[in-house]
């Protein structure tokens, strides 16, 4: 059964550093999410990217975030400067459509900033 | 006031009892639901996705959802030790956000 994977499971960095979290989609699916869980508390939409654009994004998402598509399997989400918040599992997900399709998660990249 | 809430347990109960969650939320927007299962550092598992008021079911998992109310329900017959894990009730509007709950800890004793 196809699922989403993402690596690596576990990333530690120094605060101020630039983390990647890498992420393979599902093969057909068109849409793609990232959602971040801070230990004990609930899961977090952060962005959702469609076509190359970014579609939504919240409050979170600021402009030390980005997403890429690089090539035409890997999501990424890039931190560009980590801070001891950024601390938590980020989830990548992913839908073949938008308003009416579920989405599958992948098993999540736990960040722990130091 | 949280757009969904979830009572965040835990819930305890015996081997072959059923299990009963819900979520209520405030914003009826709010057209698509889902269930998830979260084990501890996974990811969440989709079980269940509806987007009409009333019952669908698989296998042992039965959704409720009652839109008038906004009130949404899973119920799990014949719980298993395996059954044990955090349950995510998860919705969205017309576009592609979920706003999850706060998830439920479930807690199936032998």
């Known amino acids: 059964e196809p699922e989403v994977t993402q690596t690596p499971s576990h990333q530690v960095t120094q605060m101020g550093q630039e983390v990647i979290l890498r992420c393979v989609p599902i093969s057909n699916h068109l849409y793609f999410y990232w959602y971040r869980q801070i230990l004990g508390q609930k899961v977090e939409f952060l962005v959702s990217f469609y076509n190359n654009e970014i579609s939504e994004k919240s409050e979170i998402f600021d402009d030390q975030f980005s997403v890429e598509r690089p090539d035409g399997s890997n999501f990424t989400l890039k931190i560009r400067s980590t801070k001891l918040e950024d601390s938590a599992m980020y989830f990548c997900?992913?839908?073949?459509?938008?308003?009416?399709?579920?989405?599958?998660f992948g098993p999540g990249t736990r960040l722990t900033v130091l | 006031q949280k757009e969904v809430e979830q009572d965040p347990g835990p819930l305890s109960v015996p081997e072959g009892a059923i299990v009963s969650l819900n979520c209520t939320y405030s914003?009826?927007?709010?057209?698509?639901f889902m269930w998830y299962r979260q084990y501890s550092r996974k990811g969440p598992e989709l079980l269940m996705y509806t987007y009409s008021s009333g019952n669908k079911e698989d296998g042992r998992f039965t959704a409720q959802v009652d839109k008038s109310s906004k009130y949404i329900s899973l119920f799990i017959r014949d719980s298993q030790p395996s059954d044990s894990a955090t349950y995510l009730c998860?919705?969205?509007?017309?576009?592609?956000?979920?706003?999850f709950g706060a998830g439920t800890q479930v807690v199936v004793t032998p």
């Open positions: 997900a992913s839908s073949v459509g938008d308003r009416y399709n579920e989405q599958f």
């Open positions: 998860a919705m969205k509007d017309s576009w592609g956000k979920l706003q």
């Open positions: 914003n009826s927007a709010f057209q698509y």
